[in-house]
């Protein structure tokens, strides 16, 4: 136990690139696959898992993340081969947290009391809307009922750490059935749940179809948008989940601990097709052509898995300190960045702080430094003041 304390925390990222079908708005890797490239994929992973693991022995993994894609697609065979190898090559705490994605109507009885016997201790369902009109305009697979039956099996297979995603601005959704998914959502006290904009990135059909002028009347507005968000954090406080950052909100003590990690530091190493790592300062990704990743020789050499190698520069590792550490809402602190790199953080970023000061988009009080409500709607911009703004020598 005293060897595993000394280790340096880590955490780890693996990705599952398969659903049963492409939403119209997703451009995450991610698409439909048949069995036989499921069962090669898996078969890969789990090499891959064992190579890093031999590669990592000084670092402890502190949590997991299955994300996709969606992980309840593959059998739960499957899944407790990908985490038996996870436990057999990695030294992992005794109380991480492990978090596996599911989609409703992908898992059973059966695939959920195996996630528990693989050490998988954290739920993510993705919901999207508990309006069932909305979810066709999304292009979703499930109605609400099916959420339903998916969310009590989880439930009675003993998860008691439940995050629902969710997805406000949407195609013809109004204030007034946003509030009304959430109201829905709330009754069933989770534990956590995520709201996110949508956001309609370029490639996807969405953007094709909603991206023009034309096409964004069927958006709810930017006031609607501004209300939406507003109205999640109001509503969500009344059912007992505070908001820790600005797209996430959680019961005392149910903040996800994965993405703390992201936002303030952690090294992690994904793992699987195209998955991003940040480990000893260098920020990479895996290959992203499924073909390329299934036929590459992971017991002999991994570096032709890796692409766009970034060494991280001092100067890179502070600016990330503060534009990711600004999405939580306690802020960043001065003493944490002192402790860290040995520098004032008011004296580097003063003409930064001061110019979002003085707009009330961030607020100081002694060391801290965090949003106000008015930055946590404009956020982007702050965080672009920050971005590249120390000298590169």
Known sequence: MNEQKEKRKLELYIHIPFCLKKCGYCDFLSAPADEETRRAYCNQLIEEIRVQGSLTSDCRLATVFLGGGTPSSLTGIQIYNI???VYESFAVDSDAEITIECNPG???????????????????????????????QLGRLHSYEDFLRSYELVRAAGFHNVNVDMISAIPNQTVRSWKSSLKKVMMLK???????????????????????????SALPDEDADREMYADTGRILEEYGLKQYEISNYAKP????????????????????LGASSLYLNH??????DLETYLHVRMREDL?????DLEALTEADQMEEFMYLGLRMTRGVSGADFYERFGRNMFDLFAPQIRKNVVLKLLEQKASELRLTPRGMDLS??????????????
């Open 83 to 85: 985490m038996s190898a």
């Open 106 to 136: 992908t898992v059973d009885k059966e695939k959920l009391y195996g996630y528990r016997e693989s050490g998988i201790n954290r739920v993510s369902m993705g919901l999207q809307s508990a309006n069932n009109e909305e979810l066709k």
């Open 190 to 216: 989770p534990e956590h749940l995520s709201a996110y904009s949508l956001i309609l990135e370029p490639g996807t059909p969405f953007y094709e179809r909603y991206g023009s002028e034309e096409g964004k």
């Open 253 to 272: 003590g149910y903040e996800c601990r994965h993405n703390i990690g992201y936002w303030t530091g952690v090294e992690y190493l994904g793992l699987g």
């Open 283 to 288: 920020r990479y990704h895996s290959v992203r």
């Open 303 to 307: 570096t032709p898995l890796y692409q």
């Open 380 to 393: 982007n911009r702050v965080f672009a003041d920050f971005y590249r703004a120390l000298p590169r020598s």
